[in-house]
């Protein structure tokens, strides 16, 4: 039987009778967009992260352009992110008229490298956009210093980090604005697409809230241009029943994640695993390994054949930086200025991670990987 990466089907028939249940509640009150049910959730939401403002919309990706939007960014205005995330980190950016400017990474947190934050610095940068890349927060205090030395914004992408902690505060609760994503595939998904941004700041708040109906506080009274990204009623039924299941679900990912890293520290020589922080608690949304060693795009591709032959699937997460994508030739990037993206985006490949994932499950992936890469040629590190 196929190991997939991640199944969804588990968690629906775990919780489908309350599941089944708010399908037919919300089908039934006739009222499917920026109800009850949304209202509900955005006040849930903001107790679970301890913030104080929550507005639902129609998905990640316009939680960060509504983001931005809200902060007046556009043409003109740069914005400094990683490019080592998924297309809609600069998507965004670009989508508000401003210009994402790249900073390299960490290798071993694979997060955006704050040491370098000064050489991407110029009278045009507006704000800082960093990802918690795979579950693990970015170096907040860093970047926060940073952004009030220069009078910058913070915008977080949480997409991939909900609930987790950076020095005992919830990503999202730390920056000017943080933006989550509810895909399915997310550590807390709905059935379908949803999104929210989360402040502190009600003005902000409001501006979010007016942005997301096209531009309006009052209906058919619009103040300025918007978009229409409105949080469905049914996501938010669904993601109420699953916010209580979070913590569970993401303690239960962290034991799968101790689980490998135990048993594949035989053959660290040839796979590492997630190096994680002590003031940070890491919420796996992937759990991410980099091969080690000279040619690892090439060894990455026998050891995920083996994988696959034994039906265990792995995803790299991701093969091409952002500043090597087709859309953002126009900025005319070296790949040479980031040693370290390049450098890991040949390593990475991600292994099966969601909380159903059974024992003898987790044995049989660490299992074959350990047998796989004791076969693969020795090969010298530059690590």
């Not at 509640?25 to 992260?49: C, D, K, N, W």
């Not at 007046?72 to 998507?91: H, L, Q, W, Y």
């Not at 694979?110 to 934050?117: A, F, G, S």
């Amino acid at each position: 039987m196929t190991i997939p990466i991640l199944n969804l089907t588990r968690q629906y028939e775990q919780l489908k009778t309350e599941i089944d249940a708010a399908l037919i509640r919300v089908a039934s009150s006739g009222h499917y967009i920026l109800g009850p049910e949304v209202t509900a959730f955005e006040s849930e939401m903001a107790q679970y992260l301890k913030v104080q403002h929550v507005v639902g919309c129609a998905n990640g990706t316009d939680a960060l352009f509504l983001a931005l939007k809200a902060l007046k960014i556009g043409p003109g205005d740069e914005v400094i992110t990683t490019p080592f995330s998924f297309m809609a980190t600069s998507e965004a950016i670009v989508h508000a008229g401003a210009t994402p400017v790249f900073v390299d990474i960490e290798p071993e947190t694979m997060n955006i490298d704050v040491n370098r934050l000064e050489d991407a610095l110029t009278p045009r940068t507006r704000a800082i956009l960093p990802v918690h890349i795979f579950g693990q927060p970015a170096d907040m205090n860093a970047i926060l210093s940073f952004a009030g030395a220069h009078g910058l914004f913070v915008v977080e992408d949480c997409a991939q980090a909900i609930g987790a902690e950076y020095k005992g505060q919830k990503t999202g609760t730390m920056g000017d604005i943080g933006c989550f994503s509810f895909f399915p595939s997310k550590n807390l998904g709905a059935m379908g697409d949803g999104g929210m941004c989360t402040t502190n700041n009600p003005e902000l708040a409001e501006r979010l809230k007016m942005l997301r109906v096209h531009g309006s506080r009052k209906r058919y009274y619009h103040e300025e241009p918007g978009v229409n990204s409105r949080l469905d009623e049914i996501q938010a039924a669904i993601l109420r029943i699953k916010l209580k299941h979070l913590d569970e679900w993401l303690n239960a990912r962290r034991a799968v994640a101790k689980r490998y890293t135990e048993k594949l520290a035989s053959v660290q020589e040839v796979v590492k695993a997630p190096v994680i922080h002590a003031d940070r608690t890491h919420v796996f949304h992937q759990y991410t390994l980099q091969m080690q060693g000279d040619r690892p795009a090439e060894r990455r591709e026998q050891l995920q054949k083996k994988l696959a032959d034994a039906q265990i699937q792995s995803i790299v997460y991701y093969p091409v930086p952002l500043y090597k994508q087709a859309t953002h030739t126009n900025l005319n990037i070296d790949p040479a200025c980031y040693p370290a993206c390049e450098r890991v985006s040949d390593q990475v490949f991600s292994l099966p991670m969601f909380p159903e994932l059974s024992l003898a499950e987790q044995d049989n992936v660490c299992q074959v990987l350990v047998e796989a890469a004791r076969t693969l040629p020795v090969t010298a590190s530059r690590c």
